[in-house]
């Protein structure tokens, strides 16, 4: 299938890493050009690079999503650059600590519903504007399967993806008639370089025995028995950012192995 998507301009935020990173490398392999977003001015310069070491066009966009008007200057950055942002994928993120909601830390629980509800919410609101004038656009929201099914140790991070998935759909209400398709990738545990820190920080703790007796039972509770691959993610997002999902929009799609299978 050809999705199409040569010439489309792609901003993905949290991109300086992970499946972020991926999904941006997947986007202009896919003939896209792409706005790199991430609070790491760092990880943002290493996206960039390797997409222009791959012959394809991508701007840096080093900036700290939960700041409403930096949000504003990077789309206002983008369309000057590229003319039009066809395609924002909401990935950026942050977990604090897996710890028991009563003990985590008021503000560490702040930070994770300002960087993941409000920074989606910001640049939906920066970015619908243009989209909606141009009668064009597609919203990828990246939320969790903790948040569909609920996840102890997990409870401010589940919250704040619980909350994407709801600006979804009555978002998705809102612009559908302008063109604009909504909808949520909502990925089981999938093997990005932050996973697989923590499961390193789990082996050191744990033990190498105690740690693959864990892991085999983590991989039991997914019918597919294998944990995802950052592709996963990507194919999924690039296929209902295309015009080859015209007709999606408000919906959540698990890419998870079929660890939750929610009506
Ligand atoms: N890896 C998994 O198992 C898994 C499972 C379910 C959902 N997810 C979701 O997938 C997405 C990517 O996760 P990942 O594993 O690649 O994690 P990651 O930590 O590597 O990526 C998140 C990126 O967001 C950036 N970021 C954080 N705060 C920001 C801010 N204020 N402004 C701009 N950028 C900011 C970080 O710097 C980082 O590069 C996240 O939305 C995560 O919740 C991951």
Redesign the pocket.
Known sequence: MDLQLTDKIALV??A?????QHMAQGFAAAGAKVVV????AE?VAGTVEAIKAAGSEALAAP????DLAAVEGMIGSAEAAFGRVDILVN?????SEHTLYLETDPTACEREIS?ILF?TMHCSRAVLPGMIERGYGKILN?????ARVGQEREVNYSAA?GGVISFTKSIAKEVGRHNVNVNVVS????N????IGLQEAMKEKLGEERWLAREEKVKRLYPLRRIGEMED?TNAVLFLTSDAARQITGQILSVNGGFAMVG
Do not use: E, Q, W, Y
């Not at 300086?16 to 972020?20: A, D, H, K, L, Q």
């Open positions: 935020t949290g300086g890493s992970g499946i972020g977003n991430d609070i790491n990880g900036v700290d999503i939960t990935n950026a993120a942050t977990l960087v920074g990246i939320a969790t399967d903790a993806k990925p089981g545990a999938t990005s370089p932050m996973r993610v």
